[in-house]
């Protein structure tokens, strides 16, 4: 008999279901604090959560049976994943079930921005009749922009076009033909909010994207235009988007979802001109039943087969498998950090080839190795062997696995080649001493680096004084040069420079580096 604990509310119908599984048994115990739930989880092979249990190391560690957590929903920030790795317990969430109703959200706080829907309650509650105050506009043949092209992101845009506007979209992560199938076009973040009419967020807030949308932003938007975020709070600068809302700079904001939640004494609740809702996103009775039934099933079907759907951190080879390809899946992950780090645009299709030795283990945990590497830091849930290849679909980018016995100069290789759009980058590595990690070839460019740390990656033209150049604005900066390594190639006057520093570089002086007439590109990458 198989236990599971449900310590968050669950819909009626994720209940029944798990009621009727036979070896199952249930038990139900709600609003438990670290303690409480410390002295009762070692009974239990499974705990089904939603946003309020807190499942810290402490649980973890208390949990001596504990196989399984299922999240219902997508946010897993209260559970401690690594700890759960560590011990060998599964986490997994629904990251589809409330998709819907989320992306619903966004267009009806859309419709009521355009016709000042909660003015117009407001003015009838208090005795007016303000028919010509509260003059609306039509979103038909209006620019819907949306930042995030995610499942959310691409249901609200089918609303769009449903709705006969015109519908643009930010997202450096997803392949070029995702937008083209669905009919959607793929514009810069510049251009998205120049554009828009109405700009929604729907993309998960990671610190690349904290304050994504902030005062730069939002003085280039159209006065009339309106933002819209039921994503998550702190996308938007609240801050800059006062001023912003308070000068005309733009005409109108709904949210959802806030720097802090509730979001007392918040100088946006002085506005008229915003349009608030306390975090409903979810909160549909068909995503609360979608979410529940969901995770309901994911957890049987794991207890009964060992199957684990959407499990964020749950490896797909055996423990001698992975044993073998340890180093060579580290080497691969680093690469394909290497390579997300060169690529200027959208990664549509990756190869991983291994050559030699590398050709002796099993080729997708090290390709979803390098998968893990593009990936990582892009997204609010952690990348893993579980997840990688879905995401990597999900985003358009196809995965080309090779192997061969035969390589040149090195007992074993591994070639990683990106494909993105008109550019092409291709990266090789090998192992020093079967464990020491080395990048030796960039493109054209035959280079042996120590791939750890900050890397700078410049192309300049070979000839002499460049790399005093370059030394000299690093050692202006207080920059440490810890190795620097150069290659050329073959019948060009181009070279190719990576050096490790001691601290990353900002923007500034990496603009810096670039105005040194002989210096063409100068990327940094943080390993």
Known sequence: MKKILISDKLAEAGINYLNEQPGIQIHIETGLNEEQLCSIIGDYDALLIRSDTQVTKKVLQ????????????????????????????????????????????????????????????????????????????????????????GTIGRIVSQRGLGLKMQVIAYDPFVAPEIFADLGVESVSLEELVTRADYLTLHCPLIEKTRNIIGSAQLATMKKEAMIINCARGGLIDEAALYEALKNGQIAGAALDVYENEPPANSPLLELDNIVFTPHLGASTSEAQVAVSVEIARQAVTFLKTGEAVNALNLPRVSAEELKKSREFMTLANILGKVLVGLATKPIEKIEVALMGRAAEVEVRPVSVAALIGVLSGQFSTPVNRVNAENIAKRQGIVLVESKTEETQDYLSLIKVTGHCGDQTITLAGTLLGGCHPRLVCIDQFDIEVVPEGTLLVTQHDDKPGVISAISSVLGNANINISRMQVGTADEQQRAMAVISVSEPLTDDLLQQLCLIPAVHKAIQINL
């Open 62 to 149: 208390a949990a001596k049976h504990l196989k399984l957590i299922g999240r219902a929903g997508i946010g897993v920030d209260n559970v401690d994943i690594p700890a759960a790795t560590e011990l060998g317990i599964i986490v997994m969430n629904t990251p589809d079930a409330n998709a819907t109703t989320t992306a619903e959200l966004a267009v009806a706080h859309m419709m009521s921005l355009s016709r000042h829907l909660p003015k117009a309650d407001r003015s009838i509650r208090a005795g007016k009749w303000e028919r010509s105050k509260l003059m609306g506009s039509e979103i038909a043949h209006k620019t819907l922009a949306i930042l995030g092209f």
